[in-house]
């Protein structure tokens, strides 16, 4: 289920552009539009829930088959020794978007 408010949401339908990088049936991969690394994407699962801790068995699998294909896709753009995964979980982590997002940042040594 997808969110009319929510700005993922609008992306995965294809009402806000972005730089796709990849796509199946239940996700999503494009570039963040204020990269903080010199790759930085981002992937979404294409069902709108905020938290991990709202997921349900089915998006538990489907997370769990995201981590699984994210190794060769950040290596297929440009992280080719190693990437950092970032989920940022709520206000205290600074979430600023309530759809569920795995940051992908790499292409250079990364600080803290
Ligand atoms: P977070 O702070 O973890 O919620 O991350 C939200 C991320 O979404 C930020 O890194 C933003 O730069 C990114 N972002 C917001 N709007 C867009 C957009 N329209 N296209 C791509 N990335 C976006
Ligand atoms: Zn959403």
Known sequence: MLNENCIFCKIIKGEIPSKKVFENDEMLV???????????LLA???????????????ERATIAR????LPEIAEKN???????LVVNQGDDAGQTVPHL???VLGGEVLGW
């Not at 494009?30 to 930085?40: G, L």
């Not at 995201?66 to 294909?69: K, R, S, T, V, Y």
């Not at 992280?79 to 950092?84: D, I, L, M, P, T």
Request: some cysteine.
């Open 30 to 40: 494009f570039a963040d539009i204020e990269p903080k690394a010199k790759v930085h």
């Open 44 to 58: 979404v699962p294409k069902t709108h829930f905020k938290l991990l801790s709202e997921a349900g068995e089915k």
């Open 101 to 103: 997002h795995i940051h």
């Open 66 to 69: 995201m981590l699984a294909a």
């Open 78 to 84: 440009g992280c080719k020794n190693g990437y950092r």
